[in-house]
């Protein structure tokens, strides 16, 4: 199929439109004499003649009629298809298909599901809460929210916040073996092994300019966050986890600070993940609300 050039499509329809070379032109801003050499190509391309010129007016021929009729709607739809894109991008709507970590995602990212959706009715949420890593252009993702250090990629990211973890005990625990005073003293605790740390197998902690680090005596290893805060909850040990999970149990006093002050000595950032760099709506608004939120909630 040969490639014809838009401006010779429109040229001719415009011509076909309102019967005049000058007035096509005036329409598409340019001389008469360059729509005329654009309709004169057209018909060369086709290899057959569209219009009949005189010098009292120009009419069409019968293909003429059958093209201009075809090609009007065509290029009218290609206006309809550049407006509602340019809707997009200025308005949000649509679906939104976010992928996010299990655990951070039903705990911290599904709390926001519900504002956005309220404040932006015309977009809608297709939540796929997973920790693998997903192929987010060839899975149609707009944004998939990560956590931890990021590998070499295309993609585009925006950091949405950070966050450290604690040791964590119950008061049951802390009551049967003491209060421990410093890192050194926690391998004589039973502990719990999130084995997904950056640091695994080790725990290094941090304190101001204080650094400790050790390998916990854990009489349970688990890839899973939840499974080990569980464990932590029913007196089974000592357990790093990330703050924003203790927090709730700080306050309840479920949950006590074993070594207040002790840290995680690095950040585990969070970040956004989008496919491409001309970004719609829907995703802008999203990741904007998701880095508010995470200011208000101390990320």
């Not at 015309?122 to 997903?134: L, T």
């Not at 950056?198 to 680090?213: A, D, I, R």
């Not at 995680?264 to 970004?279: T, Y």
Request: glycine share 6%; charged share 25%; net charge neutral.
């Amino acid at each position: 199929m040969k490639n014809y050039k838009i401006d010779d499509l429109m040229s001719f329809v415009e011509v076909g439109r309102t019967g005049s070379f000058r007035t096509a032109a005036i329409k598409l801003e340019r001389d008469a004499s360059v729509i005329s050499r654009r309709v004169s190509q057209l018909e060369k391309s086709l290899g057959v003649r569209l219009l009949i010129r005189t010098t009292r007016a120009v009419t069409l021929t019968e293909a003429g009629q059958m093209y201009y009729h075809r090609l009007r709607r065509a290029l009218e739809e290609v206006d309809n298809a550049t407006r509602d894109v340019g809707d997009f991008t200025a308005t949000p709507q649509g679906s939104l298909k976010v992928s996010v970590p299990t655990s951070f995602g039903r705990e911290i990212i599904a709390r926001l599901f519900a504002k956005v959706i309220t404040d932006y009715p015309k977009i809608q949420i297709d939540a796929h809460f997973e920790d693998r890593i997903v192929d987010i252009v060839g899975e149609g993702f707009d944004v998939v929210i990560r956590v931890g250090i990021l590998s070499d990629s295309s993609l585009i990211s925006r950091k949405l916040g950070s966050f450290r973890s604690a040791l964590v005990a119950t008061p049951t625990l802390i009551e049967k073996f003491g209060l421990p005073r410093h890192p050194e003293e926690l391998a004589q605790y039973p502990c719990l092994g999130f084995t997904k740390l950056p640091e695994w197998p080790n725990w290094t902690l941090e304190k101001g300019e204080t650094t400790s680090t050790l390998q916990p005596n854990c009489v349970l290893l688990a890839d899973s966050s939840e499974a080990v805060l569980i464990s932590a909850l029913q007196g089974l040990g000592i357990a790093l986890v990330p703050e924003w999970m203790a927090a709730p149990y700080f306050k309840s006093s479920e949950l006590i600070n074993v070594l207040p002050g002790w840290r995680s000595c690095r950040d585990i950032e969070v970040h956004a993940l989008m496919p491409g760099s001309l970004i719609p709506a829907k995703t802008r608004i999203f990741i904007d609300e998701l880095i508010q939120s995470f200011k208000i909630s101390g990320f």
